[in-house]
C-alpha cells in the first residue's frame, strides 16, 4: 500500500496505526490529479478534502470513506492587514464570509481550540 500523507499526517496516526496499518512505503505527492490517479491506478491511499476530489467522485474515477464518525476536519485562517485592505481583498474576505460554514467564522478571535467557546 502507498499512502499519499499530508505534512501533519493526523489521519494517520488517528486511524491508520490504531488499526495495525503500515504502509510499505508512503509517498509524499502534492498535486491533487497526480494523487487521484495513483489512487485510481490501485497504487494506494489518500486523505483528501472531499471538494477538491468532488469531480473525480461525481464520475465514478475514485469513491470516498469517511475516516471515523465525523470525519476530519480543517481549519483555515486568513490574516491580513490591519490598515485599509484593497477591494478586491475586501471582496475576497465577504464572499468566504458569506460561503463558509457558520460553525467556521470565527473572524478576529484567533484559532479555535476544540472545546473552547
Same mark, same amino acid.
Given at each position: 500500500?502507498?499512502?499519499?500523507?499530508?505534512?501533519?499526517?493526523?489521519?494517520?496516526?488517528?486511524?491508520?496505526?490504531?488499526?495495525?496499518?503500515?504502509?510499505?512505503?508512503?509517498?509524499?505527492?502534492?498535486?491533487?490529479?497526480?494523487?487521484?490517479?495513483?489512487?485510481?491506478?490501485?497504487?494506494? *491511499?489518500?486523505?483528501?478534502? #472531499?471538494? /477538491?476530489?468532488?469531480?473525480?467522485?461525481?464520475? +465514478? &474515477?475514485?469513491?470516498? @470513506?469517511?475516516?471515523?464518525?465525523?470525519?476530519?476536519?480543517?481549519?483555515?485562517?486568513?490574516?491580513?492587514?490591519?490598515?485599509?485592505?484593497?477591494?478586491?481583498?475586501?471582496?475576497? *474576505?465577504?464572499?468566504?464570509? #458569506?460561503? /463558509?460554514?457558520?460553525?467556521?467564522?470565527?473572524? +478576529? &478571535?484567533?484559532?479555535? @481550540?476544540?472545546?473552547?467557546?
Amino acid at each position: 500500500m502507498t499512502a499519499a500523507i499530508p505534512a501533519t499526517p493526523t489521519w494517520f496516526q488517528r486511524f491508520l496505526l490504531p488499526a495495525g496499518v503500515m504502509p510499505a512505503r508512503v509517498v509524499h505527492v502534492e498535486l491533487t490529479e497526480a494523487i487521484v490517479e495513483l489512487v485510481r491506478a490501485g497504487q494506494g *491511499i489518500a486523505a483528501m478534502a #472531499r471538494w /477538491a476530489i468532488a469531480p473525480d467522485v461525481r464520475s +465514478g &474515477r475514485v469513491v470516498v @470513506r469517511r475516516l471515523g464518525r465525523q470525519g476530519l476536519r480543517r481549519h483555515w485562517y486568513a490574516a491580513v492587514r490591519a490598515r485599509r485592505s484593497p477591494d478586491y481583498l475586501r471582496a475576497f *474576505i465577504d464572499q468566504v464570509r #458569506r460561503t /463558509a460554514p457558520s460553525s467556521a467564522r470565527h473572524e +478576529g &478571535r484567533g484559532p479555535r @481550540r476544540p472545546g473552547a467557546e
